[in-house]
Structure formats: structure tokens, C-alpha cells
T-cell receptor, first 111, second 114 residues
Framework: DQQVKQNSPSLSVQEGRISILNCDYT??????FLWYKKYPAEGPTFLIS?????DKNEDGRFTVFLNKSAKHLSLHIVPSQPGDSAVYFC??????????FGDGTTLTVKP | DGGITQSPKYLFRKEGQNVTLSCEQN?????MYWYRQDPGQGLRLIYY???????QKGDIAEGYSVSREKKESFPLTVTSAQKNPTAFYLC?????????????FGPGTRLTVT
């Protein structure tokens, strides 16, 4: 039973527009959520996180929104740039516990 | 420079041979992890260790073994019992806090078994 789901395997957007990546989870004990970015043949790198006491966290062009009642989080990238093209993984964890990862969404930003 | 290293980047083995993948970190992190990624799929947890001399099975531990004799090192052995060993293997480390667990990943090792 997959506890963290990213239902869109891929997303394509035009440069300068908004990219919205979605993630759903089933475990109500998750209280910390993270997004990682991964280029081919490299390890993922941490991008942004949010704890369950917040509903929004912003870092430059990246904003993560958390809707606890819907068990849903999203990553917004504005404006999207070609260098943002990568696989984005959503992850969730219980307090100080190990993370559970989604399957990833491949974002392509077209010039 | 603090970081996490994996070696080698590419590894080729014949079926039936055990192979050990190296993972070293100098971030002074307590926790270390091994993941496997197959094409088009996410990260699946093989083993993790939250402290030296202790480790736990992840979701797909069968056919793998680990050791954690030093804080800096967490080698993964892919044994001949692993039915589909060809994959991209990622090691990560973290220093879990009350708030959460941001993991730092190595560059990965691509293992091909023929």
C-alpha cells in the first residue's frame, strides 16, 4: 500500500509559466513533508520542506502548500525555467522518523 | 568539503557474485540509508541505520546485507540471492531532528549484473 503518491508521472510547461506538482498521502501520522529534485544519474537534492503546523512555505521561486484535511501537498514553481527540468520527489515522515518517498514526477520546462 | 560519497559510479558483475557498494559521509550524521531506483520508479528503501552498530530492514531488504561499524560508513552488499540486482543504488544520510529528516544523497552507483 503506497502511503505517498504522485499521480502525475510527467508534467510539461512553458518557460515563464507556473509548474504545479502534486502529492497525496494516506498516513495521518505524517507531520513533515519534503520535496527533492533529481537530475538523471545523480542523487536527489533537497529542495523545500514544510511541517504540519504550517500550510505554506516559500523559498524564492518555490512554494509548498499543505492541505492536511485533504492529505495533499503541492509544489509551485514560478516562473518555471528550463533548468528546473528534472524529476521531483515528494517525501513524508513521522516525527524524526524515516521518510517515505513518492514515485516522482518528471517536469519538462520548454524554452 | 562535507558530503556523501559513493563508489564506484558504475559497477559490472556476473550473476552469482556478491558485490559491495561503498558509502561514506563526513557530515557527522547519525542516520544513513540505502535506496534502490529502477527506471521510471521512485526510491525504495533497502536498509537504514539510525546509529552505529544498529540497522533495520526497509521495504525491500531481501537479498541485501549491510553493516554499520563506523558512523561514517554504511556499505551495502548485494548478494547472489537478490533476484533482480541491476539498478541504480543511492545512499543517503541525515541528522533527524524533532521537526524532520532532510536527507543528503550521494551521487549513486549504477550496478549492472549479467
Amino acid at each position: 500500500d503506497q502511503q505517498v503518491k504522485q499521480n502525475s508521472p510527467s508534467l510539461s510547461v512553458q518557460e515563464g509559466r507556473i509548474s504545479i506538482l502534486n502529492c497525496d498521502y494516506t498516513n495521518s501520522m505524517f507531520d513533515y513533508f519534503l520535496w527533492y529534485k533529481k537530475y538523471p544519474a545523480e542523487g536527489p537534492t533537497f529542495l523545500i520542506s514544510i511541517s504540519s503546523i504550517k500550510d505554506k512555505n516559500e523559498d524564492g521561486r518555490f512554494t509548498v502548500f499543505l492541505n492536511k484535511s485533504a492529505k495533499h501537498l503541492s509544489l509551485h514553481i514560478v516562473p518555471s525555467q528550463p533548468g528546473d527540468s528534472a524529476v521531483y520527489f515528494c517525501a513524508a515522515s513521522e516525527r524524526a522518523g524515516k521518510s517515505t518517498f513518492g514515485d516522482g514526477t518528471t517536469l519538462t520546462v520548454k524554452p | 568539503d562535507g558530503g556523501i560519497t559513493q563508489s564506484p559510479k558504475y559497477l559490472f558483475r556476473k550473476e552469482g557474485q556478491n558485490v559491495t557498494l561503498s558509502c561514506e559521509q563526513n557530515l557527522n550524521h547519525d542516520a544513513m540509508y540505502w535506496y534502490r531506483q529502477d527506471p521510471g520508479q521512485g526510491l525504495r528503501l533497502i536498509y537504514y541505520s539510525q546509529i552505529v552498530n544498529d540497522f533495520q530492514k526497509g521495504d525491500i531488504a531481501e537479498g541485501y546485507s549491510v553493516s554499520r561499524e563506523k558512523k561514517e560508513s554504511f556499505p551495502l552488499t548485494v548478494t547472489s540471492a537478490q533476484k533482480n540486482p541491476t539498478a541504480f543504488y543511492l545512499c543517503a544520510s541525515s541528522s533527524p531532528t524533532e521537526l524532520g529528516d532532510e536527507q543528503y544523497f550521494g551521487p549513486g552507483t549504477r550496478l549492472t549484473v549479467t
